[in-house]
Antibody, heavy 114, light 110 residues
Framework: EVQLVESGGGLVQPGGSLRLSCAAS????????MSWVRQAPGRGLECVAT????????YHVDSVKGRFTISRDTANNSLYLQMNSLRAEDTAVYYC???????WGQGTPVTVSS | QAGLTQPPSVSKDLRQTATLTCTGN????????AVWLQQHQGHPPKSLSF???NRPSGISERFSASRSGNTASLTITGLQPEDEADYYC???????????FGGGTRLTVL
């Protein structure tokens, strides 16, 4: 059974950092494109970062470029999102998703507030 | 970044058929096809269709996806109360190098 489990969210002050993790089971994460998708309270879905198979290419949406970095660890079959210089507008539930949005985790909430 | 266009809301009667639309352009829907997601309040999204319009295992045959040019459609037949949810389309945009989403359609089953 395929499962994605996110962790690492929480309350952080503006300018702070968080590292989100997504542990995959049931498939080899490194064989597929994977993404981090966020959903602000009461809003729609926004993909903030995507990594291709084997991590050869990484794409980040303009609003997070230079602040967020997607990565993966093949040995741990995990996906990560390093988030720096966090802003209030980054407040959202962050989902790990893939391949091609076929599977989703339960999400981890991130709140940026002083 | 530019997204896909979905009607904000659709209302249909129980047991009727609803067709939800998603309009993009030749860089996304027209090129790569779209996926459809269902999200109930307080839950993560769930995949309803792949880019080739096939259904994941476990998804009811009442849900069918199609595409014509730059517009993708999701048809739900025999509407049930549990179909009341938000529906999102998404496609990979080859110009933006990003997954783009529609704003979502809230389906109400009367």
């Amino acid at each position: 059974e395929v499962q994605l489990v996110e962790s690492g969210g929480g309350l952080v002050q503006p300018g702070g950092s968080l590292r989100l993790s997504c542990a995959a089971s049931g498939f080899r994460l490194s064989n597929y494109w994977m993404s981090w998708v966020r959903q602000a309270p009461g809003r729609g879905l926004e993909c903030v970062a995507t990594i291709t198979e084997e991590g050869s290419n990484k794409y980040h949406v303009d609003s997070v470029k230079g602040r967020f970095t997607i990565s993966r660890d093949t040995a741990n079959n995990s996906l990560y999102l390093q988030m720096n210089s966090l802003r209030a507008e980054d407040t959202a539930v962050y989902y790990c998703a893939g391949p091609t949005h076929a599977y989703w985790g339960q999400g981890t909430p991130v709140t940026v507030s002083s | 970044q530019a997204g896909l266009t979905q009607p904000p809301s659709v209302s249909k009667d129980l047991r009727q058929t609803a067709t939800l639309t998603c309009t993009g352009n030749s860089n996304n829907v027209g090129n790569q096809g779209a996926v459809w997601l269902q999200q109930h309040q307080g839950h993560p999204p769930k995949s309803l269709s792949f880019r080739n319009n096939n259904r994941p295992s476990g998804i009811s045959e009442r849900f069918s996806a199609s595409r014509s040019g730059n517009t993708a459609s999701l048809t739900i037949t025999g509407l049930q109360p549990e179909d009341e949810a938000d529906y999102y389309c998404s496609a990979w945009d080859t110009r933006l190098n990003a997954w783009v989403f529609g704003g979502g359609t809230r389906l109400t089953v009367l």
